[in-house]
């Protein structure tokens, strides 16, 4: 079909639209003129462009028998001329309603109590002074915890830690270690290996006040009456044995140091050795690194032996 032939057919479809919408509206004109002469109201809405609705009150409209008599002649007839039926609203009578009361007056909103913030606890800082460390052992001494010293001191307690454990220290220090009891052996005597003395060996340095002081512990009689832990640890200490400048006294000062915190290379220079030997030594000794009650044990246990 070319352009022609479609303008023609276009054309003709806008003339049989035209002609509908004329239709209708002049049907429209008839039923609204015929409302009119009857005393009906009625009322034209438009919905859109293409769309309109009539509005009619109609008394007893809402009866079905009514609407049932009614409502099929006039859809035959606008089907016959074809024009759509218009939408027939049926409005319910007002009820009556009662006046809305008027409203009061609104109450004013309680103001709520704003909550005082309180103010943040200030840490006292700075150096302690003679009294503070006088509390502060006599607390170590009655058994507090760090955290309750702290809070007596005013102080926070993170910045405790470190005074707190030289005091832990002296303490410990002051304290008198009890000995242990010597456990009997039911061993008999032929069992024990006599200790082999060793005359090769370099002079023992002279072990500090406060550790020589610490080391009392008497030695167990037998290996076999130990716990399991600490027969470990002696058959390895046994197997690592000493070599150049080590001894039991060397083994436990270096060990207990590195227990206590101090840094590896302070104590390498208070053994007046180097920083790699001292290292070596330590991870050798140790054979459990990260074991806290290993490392007890291997403290306890070097003391016996630098007091053998």
């Known amino acids: 079909m070319n352009n022609l032939a479609q303008m023609q057919v276009d054309a003709a479809a806008r003339l049989a639209r035209a002609s509908c919408e004329a239709a209708a509206l002049s049907e429209i004109g008839q039923f609204g ?3 009119s002469e009857l005393g009906i109201a009625f009322e034209v809405l438009p919905i859109n462009a293409d769309r309109i609705e009539i509005s009619v009150v109609i ?12 409502m099929p002649q006039f859809k035959s007839r606008a089907a016959a001329q074809g024009v759509v039926a218009p939408a027939v609203v049926v409005e319910q009578p007002v009820q009556p309603t009662e006046p809305e009361k008027a409203a009061g007056p609104e109450k004013p909103a309680k103001a709520k109590p704003m909550k005082a913030k309180s103010a943040k606890k200030a840490f ?7 009294g503070d460390r006088d509390l502060a052992r006599k607390m170590i001494v009655d058994g507090f915890s760090n955290g309750e010293i702290a809070k007596k001191l005013g102080r926070h307690a993170g910045a405790c830690n470190f005074m707190l454990k030289e005091l832990r220290e002296l303490v410990a220090g002051d304290r008198p270690v009890a000995p242990k009891p010597v456990v009997k052996s039911s061993v008999a005597a032929a069992s024990i290996k006599a200790p082999v003395e060793v005359t090769d060996r370099p002079a023992a340095k002279q072990l500090p006040a406060r550790i020589a002081a610490e080391v009392k512990a008497p030695v167990a009689a037998t290996l076999a009456e130990r716990p399991y832990a ?13 070599a150049g400048d080590w001894n039991a006294e060397r083994d436990l000062e270096l060990v207990e140091e590195i227990c206590r915190g ?3 290379a302070v104590v390498a220079t208070e053994l007046q050795i180097g920083f790699a030997a001292a ?3 330590w991870r050798l ?3 459990n690194v990260g074991d806290l009650q290993h490392q007890k044990r291997l403290v306890a246990i070097l003391k016996e032996r630098a007091n053998a």
Do not use: C, K, M
């Open 230 to 242: 600490e027969r470990v640890i002696i058959s390895h200490l046994d197997a690592v044995g000493y």
């Open 279 to 281: 290292q070596d030594r």
């Open 33 to 35: 003129e015929r409302l």
């Open 285 to 287: 000794l140790n054979s």
């Open 262 to 264: 101090s840094n590896l």
């Open 124 to 130: 006292i800082t700075g150096p302690w002074s003679e």
């Open 59 to 70: 008394g007893g409209f809402g009866d079905e028998r009514v609407q049932a008599a009614v």
